[in-house]
């Protein structure tokens, strides 16, 4: 199955601080590769993997589940790790949830993570409904591309398989439950006005994780897929400093 543009898994092999990105739910790579890029730009080891399920046709995310998604971010964490001395974990929406889980699942193999936007629940009305609704109805309305940019497009899917949506309520039930194991710096960025992800989300992780060293960043200037929209640069910007502070902080530890 041919992958939709600007959907291929991107690797730059850079220096000793490595930095895994990983997309949302129905996106793809395409939507955090400016991220990614502006990362490698600056000299880290970078991986942002395709999940499997996506950037094809929503038909094959159908099949896929939340243990499909996790486990291709869970390899690349390890990848990472044999080649890096730290690496941080990064994502928007969905991604940011599997940022999360890794954090929790993975102690000091992660230095510290930046998410975007992050899931921390499948809202509306449907929602309790979709473990009986997905056997009757195959998808319902997508969701990509809530951008306030004028010419900025998210490449994903047009709809939701409601398979993979069940699987993904799932998920953040999980999630949600292991967010107290998050211990390590924690860099969470939103925005205000967000017609995806609500900004209630955010609240919670900041409220249920364990770190110590938090920065919120509220992204006044852009819908749900900030690393497309106008605050793509401040994005950019904050996570190099990020990164870049307790990369120095562990090197001057361990010196």
């Known amino acids: 199955m041919p992958l939709l543009p600007g959907a291929e898994p991107f690797r730059h092999e850079g220096g000793e601080v490595g930095v895994l990105v990983c997309h949302g739910f ?3 790579p395409q939507s955090v590769r400016p991220w990614a890029d502006d990362l490698a730009a600056r000299g880290f080891t970078v991986s942002l ?5 996506h950037g ?3 038909q094959d995310m159908q099949i896929t589940g939340w243990q499909d998604w996790y486990a291709e971010v869970d390899r690349e964490l390890w990848a990472l ?5 730290q690496v941080f974990v990064c994502g928007l929406s969905m991604g940011g949830a599997l940022a999360l889980r890794l954090a929790a699942r993975h102690g000091d ?17 449907g929602a309790k ?3 009986v609704v997905r056997h009757f109805v195959r998808t319902a309305a997508g969701i990509a591309s809530d951008i306030a940019k004028p010419g900025s497009e998210e490449v994903g899917y047009d709809r939701v398989p409601l398979h993979a949506a069940h699987s993904f309520r799932r998920f953040l039930q999980l999630v949600d439950r292991e967010l107290p194991q998050v211990t390590q710096p924690l860099l969470l960025m939103h925005s205000p006005e967000d017609h995806v992800v609500p900004p209630a989300d955010s609240a919670r992780i900041l409220a249920r994780v364990s770190s110590r060293d938090v920065t919120e960043r509220l ?9 497309l929209d106008h605050d793509a640069p401040a994005i950019f910007e904050d996570t190099y400093a990020f990164v870049s502070r307790l990369a120095a902080q562990r090197t001057a530890s361990h010196g």
């Open 26 to 28: 129905t996106g793809s």
């Open 109 to 125: 193999a992660v230095s510290g993570v930046a998410v975007v936007n992050p899931a921390n629940k499948v809202h509306g009305m």
């Open 81 to 85: 790790r044999e080649r890096c001395a």
């Open 129 to 131: 409904a979709l473990p």
């Open 56 to 58: 094809t046709r929503w």
């Open 49 to 53: 993997p395709l999940l499997p399920g």
């Open 219 to 227: 992204l006044e200037h852009s819908y749900h897929v900030a690393t």
